[in-house]
């Protein structure tokens, strides 16, 4: 016994074991994989020193008895469950289940690690399925049918108890079992049977497997110990373990996969932001521990030794020697001495016995011991032990072929490098789970078809295959655990985890489970080896007998369909099958489900693949089903017509051509009037004829059948099948008509609105016996056949560019309608859509009247539809501003919670607006509402809560629908408030303009003008147009109430659930608070037009735009089209326009192109018909228009900006429409005269944004357009982000990563590398964050990019370049794009770039740039550029850059190359005309400034060279002066040479260099004249500073009243600021007493109200702000965190008329002042008394620690976190969040600190945290360190530069006003600028003549000592006024 005791151990509860079956068959006891709950036991496979290759599948671990009696109960009552079972019982049976689970639980735990004896009672846990050893006594076994059966259960239950007995006569019941023994496994509730394997029978499907059961003949089991339950920790690597191996350094994890048939081992790249979210299940290792017991397993040791087992293949990692002789250069440094010796690489091997296989794990750290255990997670360093090598990373591509190589090769060498080091990346044991579910379900996928090719397969594996496939459904969904499975054909993918979902698609993929399913859908269809012929034929599958089959085909296509949602390189992967699935459309397989589902919004897909056969496939389809009258087919094609509700042109082409054909006419029913009854009645003389009714017929089969709809509609409502079928046919096909019209498209809507006219479809709209789907259908069709086509264009409603003669000199509305609908055209239009709109309106007061509101899902479809046609009538401007007040009381009573019905009859008091009586009817009625809505007692008939909201009691989910359709209702009132603006405005300028005419009259013509307006009284108007007591301002509140309801209805909808209308109405909610804001700020924006210039520019541009707009809308009609259908494959859209034939990128700074060579002009291209021809040329000729008016020649051919222009331009929408031309699809290769389009619409966008800092950002929002290839669109890019700080600070890296991939893909072009220069800096400042990111991603492409000439060969090859003169400045050429790699190189190096700088020493050294320079024929441009960069990354750097103040480098190029070229250039000829500007620019300005900034650099100082080299020093110096003394210099380039002279001179005395007599005194003498000219300059500049500035718009015949007018203007708006500012914070502060109490704006009782309760609404808004964040919408987000912060705020002084507006709006919307306290839920902690904590806000009734718990009870302080964490990319909402996070923690609030505690120690929240903190801390580090060190060469004249948006932000901060200082508008500001600057440039000049640049100063905000001196100098000249 002590022998065996020392040799073994006991077996203990909780070690994992393996059973080995000894005796007539010999085998472990294993499972057949995740799929099959089998037990078997395969010979085979393996003994016990031979284990087998899925020893996973042998491994159990010993559990003790779990109890099953209340689980028991509860699974048998629900199986019973019925409607008769008690629900509270099954809760109850439910809980105790539970109850019982945690028990065996905690049980397990206590008897883990006790010796296990014989007698005992266990449980087997299978580890890989986590299931239990179940026996089932009730059923027979499979194949031996006297045996029970045993399998794998996943919960176990009383068949799981298993006796262990002891085989040995030496063993008895109650001694310690000893591992190594054989058992015999008895159930308990079996009798005297045992666990056996059935010698005789094998399994059908698994030959040599064994079937195990339970009978009565004994069979031995061997126990053989895997793990001990001591070494199963979850923090140690241990065998059995699976892990992925991370590559530190690569930042990539080692990853297996197949390449061309053949297994590979590689770091896998990824394109991915976070390496480490690449999860691949490629990428999964089992840790093999390698033991003296081939079944041991055990935890891995430092001195183990280790195999890795690759999970989905079963090969293991191995090395052997590479052949591979491809340069590397960490294999080269890893080699060792023997440059020749071998060298290995990572494969893998299918065997576990290969020696090759071995590894040792060498530790990263120091660790106490050798034999200490390996921790998981630990960085370690593989060492292959067979050849003794460390693993190392190479760069060397395995896939060489591919564009973009993923895979590089692994390398193994004989030095160790300690910086390849692996991360062990534990996995988690679900996501073994589902990749062990995948790999076993390809295999028996794979089995299956391939049987089914051969055409054999049995009953059972047809039900096998099935049950598989469902279970993959399950498993996609996340639902394969759940107790109720819904029908898998009904599985929808909602509201599941998208990472788990995205993972198990990602699954399906990878392990080739999609590619198993189409050899499933194509293999019984394929014609037998053995020439039986197929399967089946697809045309029987609707034979009831392959009904099996067919049910197996819908699930493989229902999987395929899950498994692409919303992921795209799923979607990719199928779309490849597409031409097959086409084959299958149309058996009832859902094949074309899957097709549509794919094709769902997928734009790029749906336009790769669906061609003109697809089509006709789908049409032909339609026909063969429209007998039975299948509706599928129509609603497939209207899918492809639409991708996300956006039309795609080319596919409805197609349909329409296919579908509108001749033959195919068939397939649609035709629609008639038919006129029932006329009768003639004779009057007198008159005939009159009465048409009785009409009747809608609908004929088909070529007029042979027809049915009126009406008679259709009745029979379907009586339950007639076959005319509901018809009418469900006919709304389908109506709804293919609307979508083949969507967006305009007038190929459809030009042949189909003949048949289909307004009057017809408005009939069939009004007629309330059709269904209701059907009106709507037909609702849809009007808008988008007749009502959303040319000449309808959507009206701008608030107009900014102002003829100042069109301005009324009183206004009213009617005036203001009048003045609008002058227009006939439109006139004509709406009389024809006037009996449309009057059913629009109808309808909607019925909804009201009727209280329809909602209730009826079906009518919900007609009331969506009209609703959407009423945004388009009134957005395309059919509605006055009288019907749209009118129009808002329906909508807002449709939204509104309280649906009141007033008076006995039913009827709301609409308030018809006629000229006067109206509004004061309307008031008489605010009385009535008011009473009403304060006592909620009605005049007329009882109380009825309103039954708005469906969701209060019925259905508790959100019917989009009626989401939708209030979105819909929001956006109309967007307009609206838009539409009241403009009327504002206007109101405004009416008032200016009769004020301007009365000045003009009193004071006559002499004296006229601003000084005579009486600015005072002009306040006092303004303020009547907001709201008070006159009528108008009654009716501009738009609902009757004084806004009540209308705030009302905007709380009500931000309390829905459905994001996008919360957003809407949160928009709509700060716009109701900040109206006089708004009017403010737009009114600042008008653009007033009072000179006749002026006018006509306005009245050409109107013209332009509207014909611009209409051919760009109806360019399929006119734009070209190859002959041949089958050449032009899709749209080739703006792909391939960088291929521009004959049409030559013209050189920067030439002026419009004159007419010659114009493809247009010259008439070159394809051949055209006349029509088409003209329509190019007018495009061609407004866009030149529109070019000149954007800029101006300016001097030297510079293009100079048209500010005003430009302004009218955007203000005007030109931008727009060019936008939409860009997107037109053409012919690139063939239609030479549309790319002539294209160039001159670029072009026109260049000059728009040119130096006009607002366009830019209006292009910037299009971004996208732009970024493709092309050359045209880089040139574009470029311009909108010239010169602009803010845009280029928020470059985003996509774009930057776009670009250079464009330099590698699509050719060295210098247009792409423009760009990068355009964003690394701007004019006066360099982007710290631009700079690393384009170095990063040049580095990064590496070679493609970076292209330079420093070998021999190269170097030769360059200067042939130089030398051949034509490639000189030709864009295209290698050494342009040379050069502007080197200027961009020098870029990124600007402003003292640590980072970049070193990397770019690495890629031009010193020697290469002087061997460069000093060439006898480099050209000036590639000097230039070379000499700039040895400044930037040398010379004026960070960091000293020792060797060029010690070397000889610099000197060499003072005499060898400087010198000379100073000599050339002071030598040439006095004839302007062949004067080599190239390098005179080249001599003045780049190497003045070089030698300035080398002689002054701090680090020069120190260097001795200079005493050595005096003599190059004086030669230098009088170089210069020569230079200096050239007749042609400007006055830059002397400003330039004369400080470059001036720094020279300086050195020479600090060192005591002599210098020739003469030339010093000449020297002296020039610095003399310098003092003397810069004093003169001064006394100038001072002088235009004094006098005053005007602004003229341009000269006319009275310049004089242009001023005055467009002075009075701004005059107007610095006073109305000045009058509204204290009402403009009073209105806006209303806002947060709203948000104190929103519930008391909700009568008593309906459901809203309770919502809103106790901070109800806070959280709603609360939640939201989140959601925001991530749909970008970052705006709304602020607003809503300055307005919490609001709450907490102290109560501010708004002066006398802030708090009297303030106390009228709260009067009005809460009928009672004081208010009551703010409700709150609970009360704080502690009372507070003292501190800040303890201010009484008077607004909320409580104090501010209160406020700020009840804040937090809502859910900030989570909001806080999560925002932070959230907010790394937007600096702005960082910067809100933290301001909200210090207000809500002001006082040191304890609760919030705790809470906020608390939220950041629960999850890994507080490193995510914390981590954004760190890095706006280092950044801003960053920023301090490359602000705070000055260039040197421009001490002092550089101004610091910042981070423009935040130095904006600062100012504005400081410019917040305070009581009775001024208020600066933009203007006065930019002319307080202008003089600021001028004095900066007269100091400049004063201290020593430095040059100043004109671009170079951004001058700092004032600072608020000057303001409060303005301020103090208007009050005194007030008083004296």
Request: with cysteine.
């Amino acid at each position: 016994m002590g022998e065996i005791i020392g040799s073994a151990s006991f077996l203990h509860m909780g070690d994992i074991i393996s059973l080995y079956a000894e005796g007539s068959v010999s085998g472990f006891l294993s499972t057949l994989g995740l799929v099959d709950d089998r037990c078997v036991v395969c010979p085979e496979s393996g003994d016990l020193t031979n284990i087998p290759k899925k020893f996973r599948d042998c491994l159990f671990r010993i559990c003790p008895m779990n109890r099953y009696a209340s689980q028991k109960q509860f699974w048998e009552a629900a199986k019973k469950s019925t409607e008769r079972t008690d629900p509270v019982l099954l809760r109850r049976l439910h809980h105790a289940a539970e109850v019982e689970k945690k028990q065996n639980e905690t049980e397990y735990r206590k008897c883990m690690g006790s010796v296990i004896q014989y007698g005992n009672v266990v449980q087997l846990l299978h580890i890989k399925s986590n299931k239990y050893l179940t026996v089932n006594k009730r059923l027979p076994a499979l194949l031996e049918k006297n045996a029970m059966r045993v399998s794998l259960d996943p919960a176990g239950n009383e068949g799981s108890w298993f006796y262990m007995f002891p085989f040995y006569k030496l063993r008895s019941n109650g001694d310690n079992v000893v591992v190594g023994d054989k058992v015999i496994l008895t159930p308990v509730n079996a009798g005297q049977q045992v666990l056996h394997v059935a010698a005789n029978y094998e399994l059908l499907d698994m030959p040599g497997c064994k079937e195990v059961n339970v009978v009565n003949s004994q069979t031995s089991w061997k126990i053989s110990l895997f793990l001990e339950h001591k070494e199963n920790e979850e923090d140690i690597l241990k065998g059995g373990d699976v892990v992925r191996l991370f590559h530190a350094e690569q930042e990539k994890f080692l990853t297996m996969d197949e390449y061309k048939k053949k297994q590979s081992v590689f770091l896998r790249l990824t394109a991915r932001t976070s390496a480490t979210s690449a999860m691949s299940s490629k990428a999964l290792w089992e840790v093999e521990v390698v033991q003296h017991e081939p079944c041991r397993g055990g935890a891995g040791h430092w001195n183990s030794i280790f195999r890795f087992k690759h999970l989905s293949t079963g090969h293991y990692l191995a090395a052997e020697v590479d052949e591979d002789s491809t340069p590397d250069n960490m294999r080269d440094k890893l080699r060792g001495v023997d440059p020749t010796g071998p060298v290995y690489h990572l494969i893998s091997v299918p065997y576990s016995n290969d020696l090759a296989s071995l590894f040792e794990l060498d530790p990263t750290t120091l660790t106490s011991r050798a034999d200490s255990l390996v921790p998981q997670n630990s960085y370690v360093r593989l060492r292959h032990l067979l050849t003794s090598s460390w693993v190392h990373s190479t760069s060397i591509p395995i896939d060489r072929e591919e564009e973009k190589p993923v895979m590089s090769k692994v390398g193994c060498a004989p030095i160790k490098e300690d910086k390849e080091a692996f991360a062990i990346i534990a996995v988690k044991p679900s996501e073994v789970k589902d990749l062990d579910f995948a790999t076993d379900a390809c295999k028996v996928l794979e089995n299956v078809s391939v049987k089914l090719e051969k055409g054999i397969i049995s009953h059972n594996e047809r039900k096998s295959l099935t049950n598989l496939l469902q279970d993959i459904i399950y498993f996609i969904s996340d639902q394969e655990n759940d107790q109720q499975r819904p029908d898998p054909l009904e599985v929808e993918l909602e509201g599941i985890n998208s990472s788990v979902l995205r993972d198990r698609q990602k699954l399906l993929r990878e392990q080739d489970i999609l590619k198993q399913l189409f050899r499933i859908l194509k293999a019984p269809f394929i014609e037998t080896k053995n020439g039986d012929g197929p399967l089946l034929k697809i045309e029987e599958l609707s034979d009831p007998r392959h009904a099996p089959y067919k049910y197996i085909f819908r699930l493989c296509y229902r999987i395929l369909r899950l498994s692409q949602k919303d992921y795209r390189k799923n979607q990719e992967n199928i779309a490849k099958h597409f031409g097959f699935m086409q084959k299958q459309i149309g058996y009832d397989i859902l094949a074309e489900d899957t097709m549509t589902a794919l094709l769902h919004n997928n734009r790029k897909l749906l336009e790769k693949h669906i061609k003109a056969d697809e089509i006709e496939t789908f049409v032909k389809l339609v026909q063969k089903n429209m007998k039975d009258w299948v509706s599928r087919f129509l609603d497939y094609l209207s899918e492809l017509c639409t991708s996300n509700n956006v039309a795609i042109p080319v596919t409805q082409e197609l349909i329409c051509k296919s579908v509108l054909s001749e033959q195919n006419s068939k397939i649609l029913i035709q629609t008639r009037l038919n006129p029932a009854l006329e009768e003639v009645e004779e009057e007198g003389e008159i005939q009159v004829v009465s048409v009785q009714s009409e009747d809608v017929l609908l004929t088909w089969d070529d007029d042979k059948n027809q049915r009126s709809l009406a008679d259709l509609a009745r029979t379907a409502k009586q339950g007639n099948q076959e005319s509901s079928l018809i009418l469900d046919y006919y709304r389908h096909q109506l709804d293919l008509f609307s979508n083949m019209c969507l967006d305009r498209q007038y190929l459809a809507i030009d042949n189909l609105s003949n048949h289909l006219d307004p009057d017809l479809i408005l009939r069939c709209m009004e007629n309330d016996r059709l269904p209701y789907f059907l009106r709507a259908s037909f609702c849809r069709l009007m808008l988008h056949m007749h009502v959303d086509r040319d000449p309808q264009e959507e009206v701008k409603p608030v107009q900014y560019a102002r003829l100042w003669s069109d301005i009324p000199l009183k206004l009213s509305i009617s005036d203001y309608d009048s003045n609008q609908a002058q227009d006939h055209t439109r006139e004509t239009v709406r009389s024809r859509f006037s009996k449309t709109m009057n059913f629009v309106e109808d309808y909607l007061k019925n909804v009201v009247d009727k209280m329809w509101t909602f209730s009826d899902p079906e009518q919900n479809k007609l009331t969506f539809e009209v609703v959407k046609l009423a945004r388009h009538l009134i957005y395309f401007g059919f509605y006055s501003f009288t019907d749209l007040l009118r129009i808002t009381k329906t909508l807002l009573n449709i939204l509104d919670c309280t649906t009141v019905t007033t008076f006995s009859n039913g009827k709301i008091p609409m308030g018809e607006v006629n000229s006067e009586g109206g509004a004061i009817r309307s008031l008489s009625e605010m009385g009535v509402m008011l009473t009403m809505l304060t006592t909620g007692i009605k005049p007329g008939g009882p109380i009825t809560p309103g039954k708005a909201e469906p969701t209060a009691n019925g259905s508790q989910k959100t019917d989009v629908l009626v989401m939708e359709t209030k979105s819909k209702i929001i956006e109309i009132l967007q307009f609206i408030l838009d539409v009241r603006l403009d009327y504002r405005i206007t109101s405004l300028l009416s008032i200016l303009k009769e004020r301007v005419g009365e000045s003009e009259r009193e004071n006559g013509p002499r004296r006229g003008g601003i000084r005579g307006i009486d600015l005072e009284r002009i306040g006092e108007q303004a303020e009547k147009i907001f709201g008070g007591d006159g009528e108008e301002s009654a009716i501009l509140d738009l609902d009757g109430t004084g806004g009540k309801i209308f705030l009302r209805v905007l709380l009500h909808l931000v309390m829905h659930d459905y994001p996008p209308l919360v957003s809407g109405a949160l928009k709509l909610l700060f716009r109701h608070f900040s109206q006089r804001q708004e009017v403010l700020r737009s009114f600042g924006q008008v653009q007033l037009l009072v000179s006749d210039s002026d006018v006509k520019s306005y009245k050409q541009i109107k013209d332009d735009l509207d014909d611009l707009r209409l051919l760009v809308e109806k360019s399929e009609l006119w734009v070209y089209k190859a002959v041949k259908q089958e050449d032009k494959k899709g749209d080739e859209d703006e792909e391939s326009k960088d291929k521009l034939p004959l049409v030559k990128e013209e050189p920067r700074g030439r002026r419009q192109p004159q007419k010659q060579g114009s493809a247009i002009d010259l008439d070159i291209g394809p051949p055209l018909e006349p029509n088409q021809a003209r329509n190019y040329k007018t495009i061609q000729q407004i866009l030149y228009r529109m070019n000149r008016m954007c800029v101006q020649a300016g001097f030297g051919g510079n293009l100079k900006p048209r500010k005003h222009e430009q302004r009218l331009l955007r203000n005007m929408g030109v931008h727009k429409v060019v936008l939409d031309l860009l997107q037109i699809p053409f012919d690139a290769k063939e239609d030479v005269r549309m790319n002539e389009l294209m160039r001159l619409a670029h072009q026109f966008l260049q000059n728009f944004c040119l130096g006009n800092q607002n366009n830019q950002v209006l292009l910037h929002k299009h971004l996208e357009l732009f970024m493709n290839h092309g050359q045209l669109e880089a040139k574009t890019m470029c311009a909108i982000f010239q010169d602009n700080a803010v845009l280029c600070n928020e470059v985003n890296e996509k774009v930057v990563q776009h670009f250079v991939q464009c330099i590698e893909s699509h050719g060295k072009h210098v247009q792409y590398l423009r760009f990068l220069q355009t964003i690394v800096h701007t004019e006066n400042q360099f982007i710290r964050r631009c700079q690393d990111l384009v170095m990063q991603e040049l580095v990064n492409a590496g070679e493609d990019v970076l292209i330079f000439y420093n070998d021999k060969a190269s170097f030769n090859h360059f200067l042939e370049m130089m030398r051949s003169e034509r490639n000189r400045m030709d864009d295209s050429s290698p050494l342009c794009y040379h050069i502007e790699l080197v200027r961009l190189l020098a870029c990124c190096t600007m402003g003292k770039n640590v980072y970049t700088e070193i990397k770019c020493h690495s890629l031009l050294p010193l020697d290469d740039i002087v061997k460069m320079v000093v060439h006898k024929d480099t050209i000036p441009e590639v000097k230039d550029a070379y000499v700039n960069f040895l400044t930037h990354c040398y010379i004026d750097t960070e960091v000293e850059m020792k060797e060029i103040y010690t070397s000889n480098h610099m000197w060499d190029l003072f005499e060898k190359s400087f010198l000379l070229d100073m000599a050339v250039v002071s030598n040439a000829t006095h004839d302007r005309k062949h004067a080599d500007t190239a390098l005179e620019q080249y001599v003045t300005h780049t190497l003045t400034d070089i030698i300035t900034t080398f002689f002054k650099s701090p680090f020069f100082d120190q260097s001795t060279t200079v005493q050595t080299r005096q003599s190059v020093f004086v030669q230098l110096l009088g170089a210069v002066f020569r230079v200096a003394q050239c007749s042609w210099l400007t006055v830059e380039q002397k400003m330039g040479v004369e400080n470059c002279i001036k720094t020279l001179a300086d050195v020479a005395k600090s060192r005591g260099i002599a210098i020739p007599s003469d030339l010093d005194i000449q020297v002296a003498t020039m610095f003399s004249k310098v003092q003397l000219l810069s004093r003169q300059t001064t006394s100038k500049w001072l002088q235009a500073t004094r006098s005053p500035k005007r602004e003229l718009t341009s000269t006319s015949l009275h310049p004089r009243m242009d001023r005055t007018v467009i002075e009075g203007l701004h005059d107007i708006v610095s006073v109305l600021e000045d009058h509204l500012k204290p009402l403009v914070q009073a209105e806006v502060s209303v806002l947060v007493d709203v948000l104190y109490r929103p519930e008391l704006l909700f009568p008593a009782g309906p459901d809203a109200r309770r919502k809103c309760e106790n901070g109800g609404f806070i959280r709603r808004l609360i939640t939201h702000t989140t959601a925001l964040l991530e749909d970008k919408q970052d705006k709304l987000c602020v607003l809503i965190l300055q307005t919490l912060r609001e709450m907490m705020s102290a109560d501010t002084e708004y002066g006398d008329k802030g708090d009297a507006l303030r106390s009228s709006l709260l009067y009005r919307y809460f009928g009672k002042i004081p208010l009551p306290p703010m409700q709150c839920v609970v009360a704080a902690s502690l009372p507070v008394s003292h501190g800040p904590g303890s201010k009484f806000l008077i607004r909320a009734q409580m104090n501010l620690h209160a406020v700020q718990c009840h804040l937090d009870n809502q859910g900030s302080s989570n909001l806080i976190v999560d925002l932070v964490i959230k907010s790394a990319s937007s600096s702005r909402i960082f910067t809100e969040v933290v301001e909200f996070g210090i207000a809500l923690l002001e006082g040191g609030n304890q609760d919030i600190q705790k809470s906020l505690f608390t939220k950041l120690c629960s999850g890994d929240t507080s490193q995510a945290f914390f981590k954004v903190f760190y890095d706006k801390m280092y950044e801003a580090q960053q920023e301090i360190k490359s602000t705070v060190t000055v260039n040197t060469s421009d001490m002092s004249a550089r101004i610091d530069v910042k981070d423009p948006s935040k130095e904006v932000e600062k100012a504005n901060r400081k410019r917040r006003p305070v009581n009775g200082h001024v208020v600066l508008t933009e203007e006065g500001r930019e002319e307080l600028d202008q003089a600021a600057l001028s004095t900066q440039h007269a100091y400049c000049s004063v201290r020593g003549g430095v040059q100043f640049e004109e671009n170079g100063g951004s001058l700092p905000p004032l600072t608020p000592g000057l303001e409060d001196l303005l301020a103090e100098k208007v009050e005194k000249s007030r008083e004296k006024e």
